[in-house]
């Protein structure tokens, strides 16, 4: 019997069988029949063919052997991240401690307002007040016509001359590009990050390219080795996908990064998978349609495309996929709800068909599926959810809601392990942090649903202050569509209104690093100030030290000063926090926030530390302005807190 006359079924059940059990389960040397039942199916004994057909199994199955170090890999590049923040974690420490234990950050200060006629220190009042009306000086109005985003951010401003050896210049310019954010992509106005972000995901695909390519024959009758490798590429990542996703995860610890963070290379990793599925579903077609030998054939491409197990690998590419095209900014901003809705239902079919389609991807599809219930269920379901009746209060500008909700904290913080582990929002939260609001009296279809929201009032528990008994909690809610929209509706009838709180989510990190800074400046646009200001109140009460705070507050319109009360306001610039409200953007235009940052880089001594939070625009020009100040050698950290999902 010629080769191309043997009946191709018998190739396909090695295949099935080899790969299934990632070994190869027949010898192909000594049998000359498929099995016992049907003994007259004569394998080709064609010595090439069969060696071919050893070799292209041997070539997949080496493939999947090499992959499986990826987790091993990715592990040592979290070991590393670990050991970096450790190092920043405990530097960090020991400027709290110079900045904060001192005559100025005595417990007979800490909360209290200054008071001029009482300064222990004329020198350092003195160099306040000086610093403050220089700021105010500086901050200089652009007209409505100007676009700052297109002017140049970088080279345009002029500082003294450093003295700083030509080493520490080459290390400024490094950390002045990587922190450097580039222009959105024209035409379809995409928002890249910062260079140093953007090199970090293009060595994690480098890193995957290596694991797809690494040990594969670049021969065209091999294809079928590289689509298949493009499914186990996928597969390995699937771990990691679901816990970039996860609200509570090990990562936010362990790299002092918050999720709002990480989620930047969670949708990374998730379009990587989506283009290597797409690759592995277009690879089978060309390989079954154009390259596969006819002797391997099983029958018709009907016939094959019609397989269970083609079957289940088209349902489960279609589902994530789909999964990718509905996590788009775009269709997000539309249609969040909808957003929400499918994606939970994509997850598990795509799940199921992975489960069901490959065999070998089943502890990777087993440990994706914990890390989502866990997240779902245990932590956001039970231990982190919490009911309760707010206020609702529409501003002054008519889009924009205030909730709020006041409660006694528990005294308890939980037995065993939940003593060390941050609880639901009624034990408390940190500056910065947001919620996940559901209320169901809209509806049945927002029972389900959970939308995000910063907390825009000062957090009631601190490491040095005695636990309160007492928590005021206040969100700031832009009306948009969908569920804010039906909110605003819901307001304007009703002024209390039963919510669950999913939460508190965030990371200290902003924080820990203001606290470790001589200087730190705070930059909100619009509702960026939810948190800006949380963050300002508790470095002037809570972590008062001898350090400079500036706090800085770009509005549109004058209706939205309502978002903050005046007296708090007030407050903050009693306890020392030199505030700066331009007018708003849509009389005067836009301030000048890269004189304001350059101003202040200038003119202040020892290190800087920077938080924004606003649009994008604001983010990108403030970010920008920061670089411009490393590159000219001064010591800036900055810490971008984007809101948007």
Known sequence: MSVDQANGEWAFQIFRESLRTSRISINLKDISTL?????????????????????????????????????????AILAIL?????????????????????????????????????????????????LQRSLSSQITL???????????????????????????????????????????????????????????????FGLNIFYHLYRLPFELRYFFAFADRAGVVFVVNLPLLYLLAAKNQPLKLLTGRSYEALNIYHRRVGELMCFEALIHFAGMLIWRLFIEPPWLSTGSFYKYITHPLILLGIGAFVSYELLYFTSLGSFRERWYELFLASHVALQIAALVFLWLHFHTSRPYVLASLLIFLIDRLVWRLWMKSAKLTADLTVLEDGETLLLSTDWDIPSAKGRGFLRFVRQSILHGWHPADHVFISVPNLGRSHVLQAHPFTIASAAPTSDSAPLPNHAWLSLLIRVQSGFTSALLDYANLN?????????????????????????????????????????????????????????????????????????????LEKFGVHVTIPEPTIE?????????????????????????????????????????????GANVKLRVEKFGW
Not at 56 to 70: D, E, P, Q, S, W
Not at 512 to 526: E, K, T
Not at 614 to 619: C, E, M, R, T, Y
């Open 82 to 130: 670990t050991l970096i923040h450790l190092r920043e974690r405990l530097a960090e420490i020991s400027k709290w401690r110079r900045i904060e234990i001192g005559p100025s950050a005595s417990l007979d200060g800490v909360g209290k307002p200054t008071d001029d006629s009482e300064a222990a220190d004329e020198a350092d009042s003195s160099s306040s007040s000086t």
């Open 142 to 204: 652009k007209t409505i016509d100007v676009d700052v985003e297109r002017q140049p951010l970088l080279g345009g401003r002029q500082r003294k001359a450093s003295s700083t050896k030509t080493g520490k210049h080459v290390v400024h310019v490094l950390r002045s590009v990587l922190m450097y954010q580039p222009r959105p992509i024209p035409f379809i106005n995409r928002t890249l990050p910062s260079n140093g972000t953007t090199l970090f995901v293009l060595a994690f």
């Open 495 to 571: 002024t209390r209104v039963a919510v669950r709180l999913d939460g508190p989510y965030g990371s200290r990190d902003p924080l820990n690093m203001l606290r470790s800074c001589d200087n730190a400046v705070l930059i909100a646009g619009g509702s960026g100030i939810a948190v800006v200001f949380p963050l300002a109140w508790d470095l002037a009460t809570t972590h008062a030290g001898k350090r400079q705070v500036h706090l800085i507050w770009v509005t549109h319109s004058r209706a939205q000063r309502s978002w903050i009360p005046d007296d708090r306001i007030a407050d």
């Open 588 to 632: 005067a235009g836009r301030p000048d926030l890269p004189g304001y940052i350059a101003n202040l880089a200038a003119i202040s001594e020892g290190s800087m530390g920077f938080v924004v939070s606003g649009p994008d625009g604001l983010n990108r020009t403030a970010r920008n302005a920061c670089a411009e100040a490393v590159r000219a």
């Open 35 to 75: 099995s016992k039942e049907n003994p007259i199916r004569k394998i080709p004994s064609d010595p090439e063919s069969l060696q071919y057909l050893r070799n292209l199994i041997a070539y997949i199955l080496g493939g999947r052997a090499i992959i499986f170090t990826y987790s091993f890999a990715l592990l």
